[in-house]
T-cell receptor, first 115, second 114 residues
Framework: EAGVTQFPSHSVIEKGQTVTLRCDPI?????LYWYRRVMGKEIKFLLH????????ESGMPNNRFLAERTGGTYSTLKVQPAELEDSGVYFC?????????????FGQGTRLTVV | AQSVTQLDSQVPVFEEAPVELRCNYS??????LFWYVQYPNQGLQLLLK??????LVKGINGFEAEFNKSQTSFHLRKPSVHISDTAEYFC????????????FGAGTQVVVTP
């Protein structure tokens, strides 16, 4: 069974450009989470989807970040326009149990560099 | 509000020696506790978790952790490390019913040398 897959693995963009990160969760997992690790800092929660609905987006830093999960399958995280401080590693995780009481499986992350 | 403190940013250790990674947390409510590991060029993998019951939790790859409520700690230990244990280790807590919404510590880089 495939794990959580994230695309691309690396992205280098200029300040002001738009970038879209994609996450494919494990098949059948209703819960999908996005996290970010800015260099030298902790891994921070961004948001949580249950199927296609945003359950909790309390960690989204500002309105330049837009997450979607159409159809309750894969998810995208768009940064528009990107700023230098958005550089970091973006992780996606998924879990199966509909009530959320289940281990979260993480992807390898997307390393975003804004120059 | 809750927070997680990993007291060591880097821990060098010789192969076959024991290692302990320290984690303290603060929370006003009951929490679930986790240790994740990130091997080079891989995603985070769950090592072990504490939900309730026995305070000594055994995980994968020979790791174990002990929950100490009075000291609000959840230290990770391994009696004899291998070169392959070189990785970054993260302590995390969740106070919600969603185990995927985690508050992470800053991470501890373990470097095992022969």
């Amino acid at each position: 069974e495939a794990g959580v897959t994230q695309f691309p693995s690396h992205s280098v963009i200029e300040k002001g450009q738009t970038v879209t990160l994609r996450c494919d969760p494990i098949s059948g997992h209703d819960n999908l989470y996005w996290y970010r690790r800015v260099m030298g800092k902790e891994i921070k929660f961004l948001l949580h989807f249950v199927k296609e609905s945003k359950q909790d987006e309390s960690g989204m830093p500002n309105n330049r970040f837009l997450a979607e999960r159409t159809g309750g399958t894969y998810s995208t995280l768009k940064v528009q326009p990107a700023e230098l401080e958005d550089s970091g590693v973006y992780f996606c995780a998924s879990s199966q149990e509909s009530r959320g009481k289940d281990e979260a499986f993480f992807g390898q992350g997307t390393r975003l560099t804004v120059v | 509000a809750q927070s997680v403190t990993q007291l060591d940013s880097q821990v060098p250790v010789f192969e076959e020696a024991p290692v302990e990674l320290r984690c303290n947390y603060s929370s006003s409510v009951s929490v679930y506790l986790f240790w994740y590991v990130q091997y080079p060029n891989q995603g985070l993998q769950l090592l072990l978790k504490y939900l309730s019951g026995s305070t000594l939790v055994k995980g994968i790859n020979g790791f174990e952790a002990e929950f100490n409520k009075s000291q609000t700690s959840f230290h990770l230990r391994k009696p004899s490390v291998h070169i392959s244990d070189t990785a970054e280790y993260f302590c995390a807590v969740s106070d919600s019913d969603s185990w995927g919404k985690l508050q992470f510590g800053a991470g501890t880089q373990v470097v095992v040398t022969p």
